[in-house]
T-cell receptor, first 115, second 117 residues
């Protein structure tokens, strides 16, 4: 079974600085999707960014970018120019391309942004 | 954008009672809806997957007779926690996949906090 590991339970960053959240996963599949979700105090899950495994180019969404290393099974999230509103729980998730009903989440990383 | 709502957002009930949680896709039709459970400071755990008009598929360890799921239409799925007990207290989140759109899209509801006294 696929597993997703987030080794950083908590991270903090100074406002306007850059922070990187780590995520590794374990799979024997060749095709899959990876996601980063943000869960603010409201508990609403918000999609931050997603990456298709077959794409070599790293996904970017404004201040958010990923470093996708398929061979290393690593999918880190970089947040540039951090803002107070970025403070939240961040979950890394994996979904198989062969079973779209199976999305696995990591344990999450709580990000604090210091003013 | 695609919006998923849940009702109620918060519910407190007595032990032994049943609680129904609704999940609605407001501006799209959903072929598949998912129910997750999230304990404090933990990740989301998939409980079950439901497709409109068919029986839900439950994850291992989830009691289907305790967590009844009905997906009666393409915009509504309900989760009923039967004979709730304090250990069922948790945050329940639903998610919906659009009938049309990228197959890897999945939109989440705001969650329902269940407290069983």
């Amino acid at each position: 079974a696929q597993t997703v590991t987030q080794s950083q339970p908590e991270m903090s960053v100074q406002e306007a600085e850059t922070v990187t959240l780590s995520c590794t996963y374990d799979t024997s599949e060749s095709d899959y999707y990876l996601f980063w979700y943000k869960q603010p105090p409201s508990r609403q899950m918000i999609l931050v960014i997603r990456q298709e495994a077959y794409k070599q180019q790293n996904a970017t969404e404004n201040r958010f970018s990923v470093n996708f290393q398929k061979a290393a099974k690593s999918f880190s999230l970089k947040i540039s120019d951090s803002q107070l509103g970025d403070a939240a729980m961040y979950f890394c998730a994996y979904r198989s391309a062969y079973n779209n009903n199976d999305m696995r989440f990591g344990a999450g990383t709580r990000l604090t942004v210091k003013p | 954008g695609a919006v998923v709502s849940q009702h109620p957002s918060r519910v407190i009930c007595k032990s032994g009672t049943s609680v129904k949680i609704e999940c609605r896709s407001l501006d799209f039709q959903a072929t598949t809806m998912f129910w997750y459970r999230q304990f404090p400071k933990q990740s989301l755990m998939l409980m079950a997957t439901s497709n409109e008009g068919s029986k839900a598929t439950y994850e291992q360890g989830v009691e289907k007779d305790k967590f009844l799921i009905n997906h009666a239409s393409l915009t509504l799925s309900t989760l009923t926690v039967t004979s709730a007990h304090p250990e069922d207290s948790s945050f329940y989140i639903c998610s919906a996949r659009p009938l049309r759109g990228e197959i890897n899209e999945q939109f989440f509801g705001p969650g329902t906090r269940l407290t069983v006294l």
